[in-house]
């Protein structure tokens, strides 16, 4: 007989006493994430940078901007082949560059994705 393990999750939660933390001394984002439910983006990536800094700033004295990568070929390759997601090769060449006006398409792919989070 397989247990439901929202019913397992639930006994377990029963057992564990928690209380909110004092401080916040780090904060831990995914950064894409972040990224993709931003509206109404800047047009330079110097200030889409300034307003993830300043988003990320407030939230404790560390941040870590974490973003996730595959290795080559990976499961992620086959899905943005299949959507027809793939897009040529991308290089941010400065500060000042402006965002391609489909940024939210571009963050399907890994050539952007390595280029933006350098």
Do not use: N, W
């Amino acid at each position: 007989m397989k247990t439901d393990i929202s019913k397992l999750m639930k006994i377990l939660e029963d057992r564990i006493t928690s209380e909110p933390p004092q401080r916040i001394d780090a904060t831990i984002i995914d950064g894409m994430f972040l990224i993709q439910t931003m509206t109404d983006l800047p047009s330079t990536f110097a200030e889409i940078a300034k307003v993830i800094i300043s988003r990320l700033s407030s939230l404790s004295s560390r941040v870590d901007f974490v973003c996730d990568t595959y290795r080559h070929p990976s499961i992620k390759d086959i899905e943005r082949t299949s959507r027809s997601a793939v897009v040529g090769r991308f290089i941010l060449s400065g500060r000042d560059q402006r965002r391609p006006k489909e940024f939210h398409k571009a963050l399907r792919s890994e050539s952007f994705k390595t280029s933006f989070e350098k």
